[in-house]
């Protein structure tokens, strides 16, 4: 994963709450485009009305389960991203145009590049997600999540791609993937079945059955 962008977006105060204005979304994606585009030589056409329409369907679906950011707020934000991740690829608001390999590139780089000639629109909308969740997690947390190195293999991508063309739900148990936890296979855009939302319930349940005791 190419987490570049990552360091302009924890430049932006408050970040976690300002993502879920449009105004701030649609600007961060496209400063996410350009950056993408600047390091692996393509270009990216932005269609605003689907853009702004994965927003407000995230927003939607985000709000319907926010409650679950009081469980276990590390957890929330990978989820929400996950939900915008589906929207992106649902609405799919970018296309790429004028791709072209870049033998320039820092063998670092050259192995992400196949990845985004594979499926340069796919790589965008997730390396945005993945990004927002590292600046998100640096200003709440000090830091950032280790990524998985799946995340940098193109058989990892091409089983991506393939899946989330059929379920773009699957999108969110990708994302868990590449951040190194367990994925939800069966209900991955559900919050109260994820493992780490279920621990921490249990763990409530546990410290308020011993205050009653």
């Known amino acids: 994963m190419d987490l570049r962008f990552k360091d302009e977006l924890a430049l932006m105060p408050d970040l976690g709450h300002q993502l879920r204005r449009l105004r701030w979304f649609?600007?961060?994606?496209?400063?996410?485009?350009?950056?993408?585009?600047?390091t692996y030589g393509l270009r990216?056409?932005?269609?605003?009305t689907?853009?702004?329409?994965?927003f407000l369907d995230w927003i939607e679906i985000m709000e319907a389960q926010k409650r679950f950011a009081d469980v276990n707020r590390a957890?929330?934000?990978?989820?929400?991203?996950?939900l915008v991740l589906r929207e992106l690829i649902r609405q799919d608001p970018a296309k790429a145009v004028g791709a072209g390999p870049r033998p320039d590139l820092p063998p670092a780089d050259a192995g992400m590049a196949e990845i985004v000639q594979f499926w340069p629109e796919g790589f965008l909308y997730t390396?945005?997600?993945?990004?927002?969740i590292a600046a998100v997690y640096e200003q709440e947390f000090g830091h950032a999540p280790t990524i998985d190195q799946c995340a940098d293999d193109l058989r990892t991508w091409w089983s991506y791609?393939?899946?989330?063309?059929?379920?773009p739900a699957y999108a969110v148990a990708f994302l868990d993937r590449f951040?190194?936890?367990?994925p939800n296979w069966?209900?991955?855009?559900?919050?109260?079945s994820r493992q780490a939302m279920q621990a921490a319930l249990e763990g409530k349940d546990k410290r308020k059955v011993g205050h009653q005791a």
């Open 186 to 192: 069966i209900v991955p855009d559900s919050a109260q």
């Open 26 to 38: 649609r600007t961060t994606f496209r400063a996410s485009a350009r950056s993408v585009e600047a």
């Open 179 to 182: 951040l190194g936890a367990e």
């Open 50 to 54: 689907q853009l702004t329409r994965a």
């Open 75 to 82: 957890d929330f934000i990978i989820f929400a991203a996950g």
């Open 127 to 132: 390396n945005y997600c993945v990004s927002a």
């Open 44 to 48: 990216f056409e932005i269609d605003e």
């Open 161 to 167: 791609r393939e899946n989330v063309t059929e379920m």
